[in-house]
């Protein structure tokens, strides 16, 4: 089945500061990679995702890479702010119905 | 994006007991909804796929005869934790697919259940 990398675990900024979240994934067929945020206690959000056919994708200060022959995908947040911190997820599937494989998540802290 | 609701938002019960935990989808017909279940600070762990009129299908290593899954409309799905135990606490969240051209590989997460068994 699909298995699915993320790195760091954890990753402080200072605000303002540019923050990096990848991830890799192991089977050739996924080919739809949503990126979700998790407050405490709170559902996840979809804030972005990127389709196999598109190798990058931006949403103002959120953008999103795929690189699909080395299998990996990036999530990029510029100009942090505080309320960015959040638990992060990414997450490959195949189409049609496919459950998501989530990836371990990354903690990210934005300091003032 | 899909709305979609949980209920109870938090249970506690009594080791032995069954729960049932209800995901609604508000304003679309979901023909798939996935449940999931997450442990304090780690990832959402898929337990099982829940498809409107059919049997659910567990994933490796989940009891289908401990989490029921009952997906009677295109609107509910319901999670049954039977004789629930303190290793079952956790936090369960329902997803749903959605149903319309680009949106049908989005997946939208209601709210949650944290479960508490004592």
């Known amino acids: 089945g699909e298995n699915v990398e993320q790195h760091p675990s954890t990753l402080s900024v200072q605000e303002g500061d540019s923050a990096v979240i990848k991830c890799t994934y192991s089977d050739s067929a996924s080919n739809y990679f949503p990126w979700y945020k998790q407050e405490l206690g709170k559902r996840p959000q979809l804030i972005i995702d990127?389709?196999?056919?598109?190798g990058e994708k931006k949403d103002q200060r959120i953008a999103v890479t795929l690189n699909k022959t080395a299998k990996h995908f990036s999530l990029h947040i510029t100009e942090t702010q505080p309320e960015d911190s959040a638990v992060y997820f990414c997450a490959a599937s195949i189409n049609s119905g496919y459950a998501l494989n989530f990836g371990k998540g990354t903690s990210l802290l934005v300091t003032p | 994006g899909a709305v979609v609701s949980q209920h109870p938002s938090r249970v506690i019960c009594k080791s032995g007991t069954s729960v049932k935990i209800e995901c609604r989808s508000l304003?679309?017909?979901?023909?798939?909804m996935f449940w999931y279940r997450q442990f304090p600070k780690k990832s959402l762990m898929l337990m099982a796929t829940?498809?409107?009129?059919?049997?659910?299908?567990?994933e490796q290593g989940v009891e289908k005869d401990k989490f029921l899954i009952n997906h009677a409309s295109l609107t509910l799905s319901t999670l049954t934790v039977t004789s629930a135990h303190p290793e079952d606490s956790s936090f369960y969240i329902c997803s749903v697919r959605g149903t319309s051209g680009a949106s049908t590989d989005t997946q939208y997460f209601g709210p949650g259940t944290r479960l508490t068994v004592l």
């Open positions: 304003d679309f017909q979901a023909t798939t």
């Open positions: 829940s498809n409107e009129g059919s049997k659910a299908t567990y």
């Open positions: 990127i389709r196999s056919n598109v």
